[in-house]
């Protein structure tokens, strides 16, 4: 996949130094990286073998990767799904000596962001590349956070759904309380929770129902006297806490 070149402007947010991690086993070409990228936008370091910047990856943090496909130890695009995998939040842009538009499709496939060829290793093309791979990287992240918390909301929305047809069948007391108590610790993801009515004729509360207590508090009364239980008699309605 190959960027149209158009000229822009650099903004204070780009003199950010971008950490890039060059997997390149041949020094004439890490050399014409390190030239077309210079030294001050971005911080440049070198592995000549997957091996070994898979241990770099572990090491440091990097914004962008530059992978040669030529790698004596690289074996096509199942290396680079398996980079893909291990670090996902990493942009990456592969190249090789000659076009090949077969691998052009399979590297996007893969989850890289870009392919190049030797040629292109100038500086207005590469550096132009890497700020999209940048940038096209961090919206695929924003979509899958948008994707997992719609998953979310989905999820808890059935689950609410599934709660109101349970609550529809409930006839008694006990069994409505218990159920009460339980959906909402899973819900607020609270350690502990418990359910509390009013018994107006003694003027206080009690708990009806708990989860999370060590002791077995249900039946405990709370006088009026109470803070807990002034604000519930005196309001008539349930209190959260």
Known sequence: MHNTISSYTISPMDYKKINILVAEN???????????????????????????MLKKLQEDTFDITIINLNLKDIYGIPTIEHIVKRHPELAIILYTDIFDETID?????????????????????LTKTIKFAIERKAA?????????????????LQEILNIEEI????????????????????????????????????DELYIK?????????????????????????????????
């Open 140 to 156: 695929l992240i924003n979509l899958k956070e948008f994707k997992d918390q719609l998953s979310f909301e989905k999820a808890r």
């Open 26 to 52: 041949n020094l004439s070409n890490l050399l014409l990286i390190q030239s077309a990228l210079g030294q001050t936008l971005y911080c440049v370091s070198h592995a000549d073998t997957v091996d070994k």
């Open 167 to 202: 609550l529809n069948n409930i006839t008694d007391l006990d069994t409505l309380a218990n159920f009460t108590v339980r959906v909402t610790a899973r819900m607020l993801k609270a350690r502990k929770c418990s359910i509390m009515l009013i018994d107006e004729k003694a």
């Open 105 to 125: 499709i399979e590297v996007i496939r893969s989850g890289a962001q870009d392919y190049l060829t030797k040629d292109e290793l100038n500086n207005r093309f």
């Open 209 to 241: 129902d708990a989860v999370g207590f060590v002791n077995n508090i249900v039946g405990q009364k709370n006088p009026s006297g109470s803070p807990i239980a002034n604000s519930v008699v005196q309001l008539g309605k349930p209190l959260l806490v």
